[in-house]
DNA sequence: GATAATTTGTTATAATAATAACGAATAAAA
DNA sequence: TTTTATTCGTTATTATTATAACAAATTATC
């Protein structure tokens, strides 16, 4: 019998975060060489795909098991199950969204239309003229019935679409109604709240910030 | 005098993007600092808040130059300015967007009202509903009318929030109209077509998918 | 003014991550 | 059937990143 956690399932314990972050960049490109009817790839090939090397990535794998077949390479559909696997895709896990401003609501649409692993239950706003309104198909509730709704039903993740001012008192109020696991856009740093949370950071002003740099720095080096 | 690129305004060549990803961040907890009226931080404290040492800021920092003072620290105020200079937060970037929906409108948003470097200056979409509408304090033209825009005003970077498929069509089309550097949301590696461009990625799918992997991860060890 | 306490900048060390090397397994070719 | 060409899985090496250690500079204290 295969118990979760059973080291026939794996074989590292402690993944490192730079194999994590490929992985979803593995899938897509499996997704896209299944589409172009390929059914086979080595290391080599999905390598080049990935602008990395083909040592990188069989050792990337191998983190998890054995994947591949000497002489052949890797499966297309079996990796991509694989991988499938790993990062839990074919988990469901309820979610809330609190904040329906314009992230909020882009959000809120990605979330509904285009991805499974998360199942978007209830949205949630304290501004008067959004409460009653639609988006994704759901109705924005008041974030006073934020309590109740997650006593009445069972909530995994929390997505903060909210200010930074907003976001800490919000945060302990999730906590406190034992959700662990938040995708979190505003920007503050959960974690340093409560250690023993799982938080996803987009952080877009960071994300600016990182392009603002690299272009001051190659149209500088340009005018050496 | 002091060039750009001369040695006196920084001290190592090749920054690494570990440092660079920590940047924004450090901007931040410093603005945090200088509204909590905080005039000195050392190290230690900066590391605190950070979730890192005080080794890893001191050496941060000496990448560029040295801010601080022996046996005092560093100026809040002064590290701040040092860190908008090297991220060139002071610079003004003419941007357009192309894809003016949830996400494209959303991010339209923040950057007319919660960014300085980049000027949103035209919204572009190919959708007939949309073009003429108002967005973020512009009107949405035609895609049709982008090869002109561009020729007639300086453009200096991109925002994709196409879908996955327009994409690759859309940066060569832009590529050719000499824009060589994107803030970039579609599910798609710009990259890999041309070495030579900057390229900043926001991918939410990936971003989710690792949020899975997480969640299914500390929920598999807590059964343990 | 001398000494102790801070705290930086920098060098040295440890830890981590990426790459290269190579044996073992498989398939194709001779 | 044997040999050759592939290609994985794994180990060894190199490169990168993070941490620790310590001298030099500054302030506060005695």
Redesign the interface.
């Known amino acids: 019998m295969i118990k ?2 059973d080291k026939q399932m794996g074989k590292k314990d402690n993944i490192s975060s730079s194999v ?2 490929r ?3 593995y ?2 490109f499996l997704s896209e060489l299944e589409k172009e009817g390929i059914t086979h790839v080595n290391s080599g090939e999905l390598a080049q ?1 990935m ?1 990395s090397t083909a040592s990188q990535v069989r050792q990337d794998f191998n983190c998890f098991g054995e994947f591949g077949q000497q002489g052949i390479g890797y499966s297309v559909k079996g990796l991509t199950k694989e991988i499938e696997n ?4 074919k ?1 469901r ?1 309820p979610a809330i969204l609190i904040g329906a ?3 909020g ?3 809120a ?3 509904t239309f ?2 499974k ?2 199942q978007l239950i209830g949205i949630f706003d304290n501004d008067e003229n959004k409460i009653g309104s639609e988006v994704a198909g759901l109705t924005v509730q008041s974030i006073l019935s934020l309590d109740e709704f997650c006593k009445n039903n069972h909530v ?2 929390a997505v903060l679409c909210v200010p930074k001012t907003a976001a800490a008192e919000l945060a302990h109020q999730l906590y406190k109604l034992g959700i ?2 938040y ?1 979190n856009f505003s ?1 503050y ?1 959960l ?2 709240l409560y250690p023993d949370i ?1 938080v ?1 950071n ?17 149209t ?2 340009d ?2």
Chains 1, 2 share one sequence.
């Open positions: 979760s956690g994590i972050q992985l979803p960049r899938y897509r795909r602008r790993i990062l839990g895709l988990n896990y401003g314009n992230i609501t882009a959000i649409n990605q979330l285009e991805n692993c998360f995994e993740t662990k696991s995708w920007h740093d974690k340093l799982v996803e987009v952080h877009l002003s960071d994300s600016i910030m990182q392009l603002c740099f690299r272009i001051t720095q190659s500088n080096i005018k050496q």
